[in-house]
Nanobody, 128 residues
Framework: VQLQASGGGLVQAGGELRLSCAVMGLSLENWYIGWFRQAPGKKREGLSC???????????TYADSVKGRFTISRDNTSDTIHLEMRSLKPEDTAVYYCAAANPWTIVKKFEEYEYEYWGQGTQVTVSS
């Protein structure tokens, strides 16, 4: 199993970035995929997760800190989960990680201990 996060970079406040999480060795339909971030000196924070509901329906959940600015989605052409980030703020600066959790055991969705597999992280820096 491998998750590869990419798409980070340097952007000005108010700008946009799209992060991608390429998932190998897991079926996206059978796992929760979540995005987390960790700023220097801070605890890792859960941002959003997505799960397959059946048919063509995917269900997304967002933390209050990013609701309305970030959008998580499944790429229909590949086993990739995207995180679209808009109206970025300097406080969004962090290393961003994607992770996979077992849907049969996940309860709180944004607790890192519930996620079994992790990507390597991609740095997002928002300048003021």
């Amino acid at each position: 199993v491998q998750l590869q996060a990419s798409g980070g970079g340097l952007v000005q406040a108010g700008g946009e970035l799209r992060l991608s999480c390429a998932v190998m060795g897991l079926s996206l339909e059978n796992w929760y995929i979540g995005w987390f971030r960790q700023a220097p000196g801070k605890k890792r924070e859960g941002l959003s997760c997505i799960t397959y509901e059946g048919g063509s329906t995917w269900s997304a959940t967002y933390a209050d800190s990013v609701k309305g600015r970030f959008t998580i989605s499944r790429d229909n052409t590949s086993d990739t989960i995207h995180l679209e980030m808009r109206s970025l703020k300097p406080e969004d600066t962090a290393v961003y990680y994607c992770a996979a959790a077992n849907p049969w055991t996940i309860v709180k969705k944004f607790e890192e201990y519930e996620y079994e597999y992790w990507g390597q992280g991609t740095q997002v820096t928002v300048s003021s």
